[in-house]
């Protein structure tokens, strides 16, 4: 097993890492950049390496400095978390060069699944269903009216290096084929530098059910099940839950062998979650491959009884796989909210600045992976998520009433935060119902404004407290805000604006 682990990323996700090295034994490296100097993640590493300034590609983008890290502090092995390096096949590669353990899959692997139209290639021969669409990328504008016709209208126009919904576009009539054509190829060159693109059949509705699976370097793989992950918004993710309330155990079984399929076609290897649409006749179609450990990884945790990292590290180390898919099973409910440093009562604009408070929730079955603590201070630089909310429970209702409380009873002061939007959110008829899909947040939610209470005392109260909380003298007791005084105190003291942004 690897003595010491070099992190090569920040906030909570560094955090979580370095926590299973301490659990495994294994000492952890953290790096960071200027903005992040007071980070969690620094604070809980044994070591931690200043890497360059604020922006990203002078610092967790910039791989000699990462590499030099390395080489200065004697780690075997770097886990990349996710983003940044995390699905870079140049960064595993260097680091294979290097004699260093990339925790993730081989390079080889990891440069077939991140080119769109390769992957689908090599799924669709493998027998895994694709959607409909062109088997490679468009040489021509007549070439696509073709392809389009055979399709059928609608169509989809997306980006081959693509992801994150960059480059895509609807296209309805052939009328409307050419305009959106040089538009989506437009996008495609200017977000990842090729403007290769193809054509799909437009699904409409559908929900995005991912699988997880793991491969170690011995040829053994197993799935640990599905995330239903419909609930985005602007291809960013808000809510995820396992099981999905739209399988059967039939399609459970179907999905989970495809998904299995499909990395090992890829000769891939480590952790990997295999995207799929399923339409509304319940047809499933593989989608990407996410080559990283995902933000919403937790809710497979609890549901599984399996330590994701662990398993990462153990394969990286050349370990077998020690599950064996038929003692897997997943047990109770779990639901992931996002806490992200956006405003979104106007349009999820980014919030940054100090947090002067913080009270996370706790209790049975609550889970927080936080990268946060009350004082630190949120800088502009990077992707605006805060913390994960992650809750079980034996049941689908009781685990939405568990993250109910649990939305509650959290406390973020100084800076907005999403969390007044996610209580509506698992509040909704629609989503207590099971009824989740892609087209949830756009249907329910355009326009979000908090409703907030009317009470100006309640209001006053809290404002005090806050302003209390700020100018506290060294050695005083912080303010205490009861709930049996208040009506919803917690509710609105997250909701309140404080701290320079009001
Ligand atoms: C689609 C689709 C409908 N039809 N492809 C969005 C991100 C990218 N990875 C794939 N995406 C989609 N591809 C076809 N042929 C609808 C989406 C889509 C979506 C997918 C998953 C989760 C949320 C989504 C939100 C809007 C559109």
């Not at 260097?94 to 925790?103: A, D, H, M, T």
């Not at 603590?373 to 568990?402: N, Q």
Request: glycine share 8%; net charge neutral; with cysteine.
């Amino acid at each position: 097993m690897f003595k010491k682990i070099l992190v090569a990323n920040r906030g909570e996700i560094a955090v979580r890492v370095i926590r299973a090295c301490r659990e495994m034994g294994i000492a952890s490296v953290a790096v960071y950049s200027e903005a992040d100097r007071s980070s969690l993640h620094v604070q809980m590493a044994d070591e931690a390496v200043l890497i360059g300034p604020p922006p990203a590609v002078e610092s967790y983008l910039a791989v000699d400095r990462i590499v030099e890290a390395v080489r200065a502090t004697g780690a075997e092995a770097v886990h990349p978390g996710y983003g940044f390096l995390a699905e870079n096949p140049a960064f595993a590669r260097r680091l294979e060069e290097e004699g260093i353990v990339f925790i993730g899959p081989n390079s080889r692997a990891l440069a077939l699944v991140g080119d769109k139209v390769q992957a689908r290639q090599t799924m669709s021969e493998a027998g895994i269903p694709v959607i409909p669409g062109m088997k490679s990328v468009a040489a021509s504008i007549d070439q696509c009216a073709r392809e389009a016709l055979r399709i059928g209208y609608p169509v989809m126009i997306k980006a081959s290096a693509g992801g994150g919904g960059k480059g895509m576009r609807i296209v309805g009539s052939e009328e409307e084929l050419r305009p959106a054509l040089e538009a989506g190829m437009r996008e495609a060159k200017s977000a990842f530098g090729d403007d290769s693109i193809y054509l799909e059949k437009y699904i409409e509705e559908p929900r995005h059910v991912e699988f997880q699976v793991l491969a170690d370097n011995q040829g053994n793989i197993v799935h640990l099940f599905e995330r239903e992950c419909s609930i985005q918004r602007r291809h960013q993710k808000i809510v995820e839950e396992t099981p999905s309330t739209a399988l059967t155990p039939e399609l459970r079984k179907a999905m989970g062998e495809a998904a299995k399929k499909a990395l090992q076609v890829a000769g891939y290897n480590n952790a990997g979650t295999v995207e799929f649409l399923l339409d509304r006749n319940r047809n499933f179609y593989f989608l990407e491959v996410n080559a990283r450990l995902q933000v919403e990884h937790p809710i497979t945790e609890l549901v599984c009884g399996i330590d994701l990292v662990h398993e990462q590290i153990r394969i990286a180390a050349g370990e077998a796989l020690g599950i064996k898919q038929k003692d897997l099973n997943q047990r109770g409910q779990a639901i992931e909210c996002r806490i992200y440093a956006e405003d979104p009562a106007a349009g999820f604009l980014p919030s940054s600045g100090k947090i002067v408070f913080l009270k996370e929730p706790q209790g049975p079955g609550v889970r927080v992976d936080s990268g946060i603590y009350s004082g630190y201070e949120v800088p502009i630089y990077y992707d605006p998520i805060l913390a994960k909310l992650i809750v079980w429970a034996p049941t689908r209702r009781l685990a939405i009433a568990r993250m109910r409380a649990a939305l509650e009873d959290y406390v973020i002061m100084g800076i907005q935060t999403t969390i007044p939007f996610l209580r509506d959110v698992v509040s909704h008829p629609s989503f207590l119902s099971g009824e989740t899909t892609t087209n949830f947040i756009p249907r329910h939610f355009e326009n979000w404004q908090e409703n907030r209470a009317g009470d100006e005392a309640l209001q006053l109260a809290l404002a005090l407290a806050a302003f209390y909380e700020l100018n506290r003298p060294p050695g005083a007791p912080p303010p205490t805000i009861r709930a049996r005084d208040l009506s919803s105190p917690w509710k609105t003291l997250g909701a309140w604006r404080i701290g320079g942004k009001a």
